[in-house]
């Protein structure tokens, strides 16, 4: 078990660094359509390759872990997966509006916030954090502060929509860890997926005009983000978070920041101040905190 834990919290790692990673791939992809539309071609393709992966998966039993409560058949699996999708779905929507009204790095630091949401919403579960992990909240907050609000700090309707999205990430960390425990990872990975494009393409053909020409000008944003950064990422993170609490893999995952930062500055030349620098280095220091504290538990 503890082998399994180790390489669940080597997984969240490389999921935050594929998210990190990601940002070019996303804002090249709405050059020629819009939010929704990218949100559901990129959930389709995501759901167009983990559906049979998961079904072929299914079908070994080495892959099953030997609990007999554990779900792996379809529609067990279904209502779970509706729920995933309908939180991951929520989240990337009020983002996406929010972006139109705010700044990308109070974006990006209040979407974060999940951090902090998730031990909070943890304790109506009665699940209080540790001292330690407390201390690794406060110190990644400050990290992540440093790195992305490089501005005043007011806040208006574009902020308001951006802390909705944090709090259903939030609850997306949440019931991906509740589902994880008992369902098969990769058929909730498909259902979610399958959630997000069927709710995206609704949103994009009453408030978008889509149109295919242009989705196929985004195919290589669009691939990369289907394809890596929702399809291997985000089932990575489910099956994870079967062996690791939501409290610590948001914290874990919350080095998305870093990572991006990071790739802005070796793939595009972008400076990164010592104030950045410095966040940098708390929030990595918090995660591999973290780190160390759940593989020795």
Known sequence: MKSRRIAALLMLTLTAFIWGTSFVAQIVGMEHI???????????????????????????????????????????????????????FAGTAFQQVGLLYTTAGKSAFI????????????????????????????????????????????VGPGDALTLAGALFWALHIIVCGRFAQKFDAFKLSALQFSTVAVLSLLFAVSMETPHMNEIILSWKPLAFSGLISTCVAYTMQMAAQRYVPPVQASIILISESVFAALAGFIFLGESLTARELLGCAIMLASTLTAQIQEARS
Do not use: N, Q
């Open 111 to 154: 979407t974060a916030m999940y951090i902090v949401l998730v031990p909070i919403l943890g304790l109506f579960s009665g699940k209080v954090p540790s001292k330690s992990t407390i201390i690794a909240i406060a110190a990644s907050t400050v990290g992540l502060y440093l790195i992305s609000v490089k501005g005043d700090f007011s």
């Open 34 to 88: 819009g939010p929704f539309t990218f949100c559901a071609a990129r959930y389709f393709l995501a759901s167009l390759f983990t559906i049979p992966f998961a079904a072929f998966m299914g079908r070994r039993r080495d892959v099953m872990p030997e609990d007999e409560a554990f779900a792996s058949d379809w529609a067990s699996c279904l209502i779970p997966g509706v729920i995933c999708g309908c939180a991951l």
